[in-house]
């Protein structure tokens, strides 16, 4: 389950659409309506602000647009949701030793982290520079000052050969380089860094709003980026909201078409271009907000000089990322839509989520291939997977009180069901979903932890197949081995109270009678695998599971920081040790060596024993 809070902050794709003048002036369209899930390419400039304007008038509050910040120039950052599927290289004459990749939740979408390794080098971010360490020499080769503006959440890369993509996430949160000290309010960016020698800067990408997510498929990257519209609204002055409301109506209506449309420059040794988005590429499905845009961009890293991103896009709403090989899909939360009209306090109107998906071929931008929408809202990217050409989705509708399965597949432009399975959970919402395969497995918690086990081989049939009750809740479900899960988690009482980091080992050959083999309970304990799997390893060479663990009395006076080593075998898990080092963020493998990255830098241990090997300071 992740600890973050969502922004239901609206989205715009800019799709590769042509057909659209400038001075073309067709009658305004009526607004939107719900309906089917359709993109329309817009005729024209004056259109497309027409229509803008009448979508963000309905949908602003007293206070803005909701899920956006004071400054529309810079969209605060949303909930990023990571993945699950530790990849392993194998080893090879002539090749680096095998390694442990980021635990992503495809293994041909690989995620952005604060660390990579290709086996020969450990490449990491953090507090404003990247650092290359020796594997081999278990020295560090060089640092980079990134001369960051700022943050707004953590910074992140995508490796590919020599090429790193550093990511910099944009919003409030950061203290830029000339800021003296004072918050500031930042843009995204993209740094592409050459390590081939001593890291160089190639380029830096500098867009408008804020980072959602992004993938790497071989060498292509893909970014998502969220961007607000460029209006300044009225201080809140007294009065109620009705009177703010037609206030920044009129503040809309004074804006131009330029403050939806994203800018964006890069710079590449001593030349910059800037650029702006042409209305002409704009599309829309049938109901959407002018609250927000987001452009999803294309980046071929065997070209490490950084162009304009050839931004693919959709005027519609989104928080979440999933991604194949093959496929993106782009959520959007609809609970973000707020009633401010009913004499109380606002409630959201729509607890429903739009889903878009485009394809993927090689190092071409996405194409737009769907659209659809289902009850409910998810909990992560984690309650979507592709299989065999279907999508499966997890959502709580918290309206009806139970949760769901369905299974969509495209018909032409639509996403449409094709069966679904509900009434999970009466009463409990979902803190977990693994789909493997023709298998799916569903935690949902309120007192007690339901593990739905469901047979979702026949698209049109999902069912429900078994159900295993205990305490406490699994927030992550991590796949070990044939038959078997991991939950990470917390304990709890029978009343619900948590009470410390669960790991339990489950038996999931029998879809019918899941059951829990093992579980290792550690008191007052907290880790962040729990909300970011990327703070897992999973290392399925020797059935090692390394979790980053805090451990705080029940009267608060003490507390521990480390990594808990377990051996899992068929039947149960032993710990073998706790990895000491404050404040370990994430962990990876080089061969026989562990490595535990924490904010004062790498150390190595030996795989076998956890025994301390080495020491890398991040100087």
């Known amino acids: 389950m992740s600890r973050r809070p969502l922004l239901y902050a609206a989205l715009a794709i800019t799709l590769p659409l042509a057909g659209c003048?400038?001075?073309?002036?067709?009658?305004?369209?009526?607004?939107?309506?719900?309906?089917?899930?359709?993109?329309?390419?817009?005729d024209s400039c004056k259109q497309l602000e027409a229509d803008l304007k009448r979508a963000a008038k309905a949908g602003v509050g007293p206070y803005g647009f909701p899920g956006s910040n004071a400054m529309p120039e810079v969209a605060l950052g949303g909930a990023r949701t990571m993945a699950d599927s530790a990849g392993v290289a194998a080893k090879a004459p002539g090749t680096p030793p095998a390694y442990s990749g980021t635990n992503n939740h495809e293994q041909d979408a690989d995620e952005p982290d604060i660390v990579k390794t290709d086996g020969r080098r450990i490449v990491t971010v953090d507090q404003g520079a990247l650092r290359v360490v020796n594997a081999a020499t278990r020295k560090q080769l060089a640092k980079l000052d990134l001369r960051l503006r700022g943050a707004g959440g953590p910074v992140e890369l995508l490796l590919a050969g020599d090429v790193a993509l550093v990511l910099v996430p944009g919003g409030w949160g950061g203290y830029g380089i000339d800021s003296k000290m004072m918050p500031t309010a930042t843009n995204p960016e993209l740094i592409s860094v050459d390590i081939s020698g001593p890291p160089r800067i190639i380029s830096r990408y500098r867009g408008d709003g804020n980072l959602v997510d992004a993938r790497l498929t071989g060498s292509t990257a893909r970014i998502v980026l969220r961007t607000s519209p460029r209006i300044t609204f009225p201080t809140p002055s007294a009065g109620d909201d009705d009177d703010r409301i037609k206030a920044n109506r009129t503040a809309i209506d004074d804006a131009s078409v330029d403050a939806w449309l994203p800018t964006w420059e890069v710079t590449t040794g001593t030349t910059t271009n800037k650029g702006q988005a042409d209305c002409g590429r704009v599309s829309r499905p049938s109901d959407y907000s002018g609250g927000a845009l987001i452009s999803v961009l294309t980046f071929d890293l065997t070209k490490p000089a950084l162009g304009s991103g050839d931004p693919v896009t959709v005027v519609a709403d989104g928080d979440t990322v999933y991604a194949t090989g093959s496929s993106l899909y782009l959520a959007a939360d609809q609970r973000w839509r707020l009633d401010w009209f009913k004499g109380r306090a606002a409630m959201p109107v729509r607890q429903e989520t739009d889903l878009y998906r485009f394809t993927l071929t090689g190092n071409q931008p996405p194409v737009y291939a769907a659209a659809g929408s289902v009850p409910g809202f998810l909990i992560n990217q984690y309650a979507m997977?592709?299989?065999?050409?279907?999508?499966?989705?997890?959502?709580?509708?918290?309206?009806?009180?139970?949760?769901?399965?369905?299974?969509?597949?495209?018909?032409g432009d639509k996403l449409v069901q094709t069966g679904a399975v509900d009434g999970l959970g009466k009463g409990e919402r979902i803190y977990s979903v693994r789909f493997l395969g023709p298998r799916g497995y569903v935690v949902t918690f309120r007192q007690t932890d339901p593990l739905y086990s469901l047979d979702l081989a026949d698209p049109a049939q999902p069912k429900v197949t078994g159900e295993l009750k205990i305490t406490g809740y699994s927030a992550h479900l991590q796949p070990a081995g044939e038959g078997r899960l991991i939950g990470i988690g917390q304990e709890a009482d029978t009343n619900g109270r948590i009470q410390g980091t669960q790991v339990s080992l489950f038996d999931v050959s029998d879809p019918a009678k899941p059951?829990?083999?093992?579980?290792?309970?550690?008191?007052g304990g907290h880790s962040d695998a729990e909300w970011d799997p990327h703070?897992?390893?999973?290392?399925?060479?020797?059935?090692?599971?390394?979790?980053?663990?805090?451990?705080?009395?029940?009267?608060?006076?003490?507390?521990?920081?480390?990594?808990?080593?377990?051996?899992?075998t068929d039947t149960e898990m032993r710990k073998i040790a706790t990895v000491s080092q404050p404040s370990i963020r994430r962990s990876l493998v080089i061969d026989d060596t562990l490595w535990t990255m924490s904010d004062g830098g790498l150390q190595a241990s030996r795989l076998s024993t956890m025994e301390k090997l080495a020491w890398v300071p991040a100087n």
């Not at 002036?25 to 329309?40: A, D, E, F, I």
């Not at 989705?393 to 769901?404: M, V, W």
């Open 385 to 411: 997977s592709e299989w065999n050409g279907h999508l499966r989705i997890a959502t709580t509708n918290e309206q009806a009180g139970e949760s769901a399965v369905r299974v969509l597949r495209p018909e």
């Open 515 to 523: 059951r829990r083999l093992a579980q290792h309970h550690i008191a």
């Open 535 to 568: 703070a897992l390893l999973w290392w399925p060479a020797t059935n090692l599971l390394i979790v980053p663990m805090t451990t705080v009395s029940f009267d608060g006076d003490a507390s521990t920081a480390g990594a808990l080593a377990l051996q899992v």
């Open 21 to 42: 003048t400038a001075d073309a002036s067709p009658p305004t369209p009526p607004p939107p309506v719900p309906g089917p899930m359709r993109l329309v390419a817009f």
